[in-house]
């Protein structure tokens, strides 16, 4: 039968302790999620030795010697013989048919597998953020790629219920329901930003790995790109749910404010005299406004007014300039008449000395 968990080490890193020393990346990937614990080689013979104690007799497959004269931390070479022996190691537990080693505490509690992981077949979607971030999977990083897709979509799926959430609480009928599919969406949000950070801080141990870590998988500068995409997009994602939560619970408030209003006042049976915007009577365009909203639409009106202002003022200045230009051929008419008239004076002048000469000849 086919083991329910695959164990792997793809890699190794070295503490940041004064005193340096190597840690194994135990990858774990189940049917539905995957996460990372970290053991050093003393934890290893820990559980070689609570294995013995439990089930009475010793594993399948043994340990790696202990190096008296070298260290894994300055011996790549010696580094990468152990972490291939101790896969092997855990390999052989995990995959032989015998499985009185896999079915005891230590082996659960060494892997961080819950305790009735060996008749488990199933998770939820959150298990896998209850295992990076939570305590049960000790704070360990994202070093292997494909936990990493494992964790993004893990990821999606908690967006996903939060905008089912988020509209089922846009069709709820009742304030409790309001409030519980609130509730519902605030959680999913909440895990998903730590998974978020998990990822975020995940991509770079994957970067890390590809240029120190022995034995680990390499993504190249352009999945590296693309999942940086993959983070901001569902950072955008987040973003836009919980403005839009926050913008629904604004909403509620303000709708409570008013039926209480309106409540009070039938009871008290008056009402106050209306005076700029009246609660409870908008119109189509401020009725899904809150009051920034209604403030900022009164900014908007204003600016299209002086818009419309400024358009009435080039009006009115053409007419201005068309007058002035009418203004100017009228004169230069007036001259051209006045002209017309001094030359008919001019020539009737000229016609009476004529006549004048013509009565003297007759």
Not at 221 to 226: F, K, M, N, Q
Not at 232 to 243: F, Q, S, V
Not at 328 to 350: A, H, I, S
Request: charged fraction near 25%.
């Amino acid at each position: 039968m086919a083991p329910q968990v695959e164990i792997s080490i793809p890699n190794t890193t070295v503490s940041g302790t004064s005193k340096p020393y190597t840690i194994y990346n135990i990858s774990l990937r189940l049917p539905l999620r995957s996460f990372t614990v970290q053991k050093r080689y003393s934890d290893f013979l820990a559980l070689h030795s609570g294995l013995v104690d439990q089930v009475g007799s010793p594993p399948p497959a043994s340990l790696p010697a202990k190096s008296w004269f070298s260290k894994t931390v300055s011996n790549p070479q010696l580094t990468e013989e152990r972490r291939q022996a101790l896969e092997t190691y855990l390999k052989t537990i995990n995959e032989i048919d015998d499985s009185r080693w896999r079915t005891t505490s230590v082996w659960r509690t060494f892997l961080n597998l819950p305790s009735s992981f060996a008749s488990q077949t199933s998770s939820k979607a959150g298990a896998l953020h209850s295992v990076i971030t939570g305590p049960a999977g000790g704070g360990a990083p994202i070093t292997d790629p494909v936990m990493w897709l494992d964790c993004h979509r893990d990821m999606k799926a908690q967006l996903q219920d939060a905008r089912l959430s988020l509209t089922n609480r846009d069709q709820a009928s009742t304030p409790l329901k309001q409030h519980e599919a609130s509730a519902a969406a605030k959680s999913s949000l909440v895990k998903a930003s730590s998974m978020i950070k998990a990822l975020e801080e995940g991509l770079t141990n994957i970067q890390k790995a590809s240029d120190e870590a022995w034995g680990g998988q390499k993504l190249g500068e352009g999945e590296i790109r693309r999942r940086k995409d993959l983070i901001a997009t569902a950072k955008k994602d987040r973003d836009g749910l919980e403005n839009l939560l926050n913008a629904m619970a604004t909403k509620s408030k303000l709708d409570t404010a008013v039926a209480s209003m309106q409540d009070t006042q039938e009871l008290m049976g008056s009402k106050p005299k209306a005076s700029g915007r009246v609660l409870g009577k908008e119109t189509t365009e401020t009725r899904e406004l809150d009051n920034q909203g209604v403030l900022q639409l009164q900014k908007q009106k204003m600016a299209d007014q002086d818009l419309d202002v400024d358009e009435l003022r080039k009006i009115v200045q053409r007419q201005k300039e068309l007058g002035i230009a009418i203004n100017q051929e009228l004169e230069v008419q007036n001259d051209m008449l006045r002209m017309v008239d001094e030359d008919v004076d001019r020539v009737q002048g000229k016609i009476n000395i004529a006549k004048r000469r013509i009565g003297k000849i007759s």
